[in-house]
């Protein structure tokens, strides 16, 4: 197989395009990734609040099941 020989003009334009191609594909990967932190911040905030809210339910539920065992001791204890 012969290679073909470009000439300095060729060459010029193949490496123009293909390094405005890549720009343009680094710029989209920007975007995305853009766009995917902002998904992320939105998303760590809503398990924060969903966190916060189990551990508060937990916290009751702790309470509660103290009292219930206070109680039960007590009465047993008679």
Do not use: P, Y
Request: charged share 30%; hydrophobic share 40%.
């Amino acid at each position: 197989m012969t290679k073909r020989k470009f000439s300095i003009e060729e060459h010029r334009e193949f490496v123009v395009a293909t390094l405005a191609g890549l720009k343009e594909s680094s710029n989209s990967t920007k975007s995305d990734i853009r766009d995917i932190k902002s998904l992320l911040r939105e998303q760590n905030s809503r398990i924060n609040k969903n966190e916060k809210s189990i551990a508060r339910i937990f916290g009751m539920g702790s309470v509660v099941f103290g009292v219930f065992s206070a109680l039960f001791t007590w009465l047993f204890k008679k």
